[in-house]
């Protein structure tokens, strides 16, 4: 009977140890600070992939939109200079000159493209080297923090 009366003791003990110590860690204003960054980034965590849905959306339905305009005001054109008697044939020189200027803008459009997604991949595989190396910059600077407490304290003798 003593032996169960001591291991609930014990155990309340134990429980009492706990509930101060996380009330000490939540009285902290860097566990605050660490439970509200965590709670930050796992709200982005699960916001980030309706915004990229959201917006991957948006943007087909723009190019749908100017697609459909586009077609819209060459189908009024072509309607009103049919009805009208204009002629809207051109000489082989311009076409040639219109579907080569075409041509050069979507391979412009394609460059800048490429160079757009070798700057994000860089700066994608910069922001990785800089995370894998957090726990290493975080270590020097303790290091450096540890230096300093230690030539600034006065020793005991």
């Known amino acids: 009977m003593v032996y169960i009366g001591r291991k609930i003791w014990q155990s309340m003990s134990t429980q009492t140890e706990k509930t101060t110590q996380k009330s000490n860690q939540t009285n902290s204003v860097y566990a ?3 439970q509200n960054v965590q709670k930050y980034f796992e709200s982005i965590s699960k916001i980030t992939p309706q915004y990229f849905q959201a917006s991957t959306h948006f943007q087909e339905e723009c190019m749908k939109s100017a697609e459909k305009s586009f077609d819209a005001a060459i189908t009024m054109q072509q309607e009103f200079a049919q009805k009208s008697g ?14 080569d200027s075409n041509k050069q803008i979507i391979q412009a459009g394609s460059i800048q493209n490429q160079i ?22 975080t270590d020097l600077n303790k290091n450096i923090i540890q230096s300093w407490i230690s030539t600034f304290t006065p020793s005991r003798k």
């Open 116 to 137: 757009a997604k070798t700057a994000m991949d860089a700066t994608t595989q910069n922001v990785k080297a800089f995370n894998d190396n957090v726990t290493a910059f």
């Open 32 to 34: 605050i600070y660490k």
């Open 86 to 99: 204009i002629v809207s044939d051109i000489p082989d020189a311009a076409k040639t000159v219109i579907v």
